[in-house]
């Protein structure tokens, strides 16, 4: 992933150009149409306006303070481009315009900067030069300024579009793929369970039958021996086949010590502190509660393995009178540093306890993420 200080560091131009300028402009009283102070105050919000547009897209909690900071800025620009005519402040209008369509949604503020953007680089050509070309020019340069910034905004919005697209295909032609070979494991799984096991079984009961025919005809002990050898290679098979059968189909049911394995694995494979507790009395539940719960703490490990390596984990499951409750929670010591409002593994998480009639609820805590399933 590349790093975002190269573009901070290049959103920070204006502010550097603004102060630069105004140091310069200091050693040339004649070219200043304000005093120096006003100046320095125009810069100084130009600066402090400009702090706050580092962002390229801001949190919706900053949108409204980006946008009267743009608001600032564009004016303060504007006035100090006025003010020290001839300078590198031209830039400023401009800059302004193209953030205000560039990073934020279009809306009545975002028009207001464009317009004030407009107004601010081309009336003080005309006051300066008295030429209503250069500013008809000037206006119509940040008008191009705009409209190539709103295509290549929309150009990216199609391409972040057709990314989510292509996404969702590729979970699609996977989930289409485990589909086909869970049909064909069941396929394999049907033919085992009726041929093979059949067989086995069949096999087992007659070499019992002959078994009982050799004692009675009282053959020699050898081959009773070897009857009885071959019936229990025979009963061998079956159960090898019976557990071929079940994993194809994966029909085995983890219980209780299946989440301590989970925790340990974790455990084992981070060096990170994880325990697991069981409080309450224990009950039988439902294969289809236990695969619920074994998959949300497999899922719940799995997320803090990619987004809080090595953060101690405890997993608790509870037995209460009216329902089962499981918590997962990490610490890495700090809550995440952006809560995602949710991704396909949570997803999964309330489709399996939709299911089940339980309600999965996640979100971040003071010192980590928080997973909690309840199913009555």
Partial sequence: MRSPVPGMALRLVPGLIAVIVLLTAGRMPEQRRFPFPVLAALVALVVLSNLFLLRRRPAESM????????????????????????????????????VAVRYNLPGRAELAVVVMGIVGASVPIYLNTDSI???????????????????????????EE???????????????????????????????????????????????????????????????EQVNRARGLAAEGLAEARRAVAALRDDAVPDVRALGDLVTAYRLESGALADFEVTGTARELPSEVMNTLYRTVQEALANTRKHAPGAPVSVSLAYRTDDVTLTV????????????????????MRER??????VVEAGPTAEGWKVRLVVA
């Fill in 63 to 98: 949108r409204r303070a980006a946008t009267i900071a743009l608001l600032v800025f564009v004016v303060a620009g504007g006035l100090a481009w006025f003010g020290l005519p001839g300078s590198a402040l031209i830039v400023l209008p401009f800059w302004a315009a193209r």
């Fill in 133 to 159: 070309t250069a500013a008809i020019g000037t206006a119509f340069g940040v008008t191009a300024l705009v409209l190539a910034s709103i295509n290549r905004r929309n150009r990216e919005e199609q391409l």
């Fill in 162 to 224: 057709l990314e989510v697209s292509l996404a969702r295909k590729q979970a699609a032609i996977e989930e289409h793929s485990r589909a086909a070979a869970l049909a064909e494991r069941a396929r394999i799984a049907r033919d085992v369970h009726d041929v093979l096991a059949h067989s086995l079984a069949g096999l087992s009961l007659s070499l019992q039958g002959a078994r009982l025919m050799l004692v009675r005809d009282g053959a020699s002990p050898e081959a009773i």
């Fill in 353 to 358: 306890a939709d299911l089940v009639g339980g």
């Fill in 329 to 348: 929670e990490d610490r890495p010591g700090r809550p995440p540093a952006r809560a995602a409002a949710g991704g396909y593994g949570l997803l999964g």
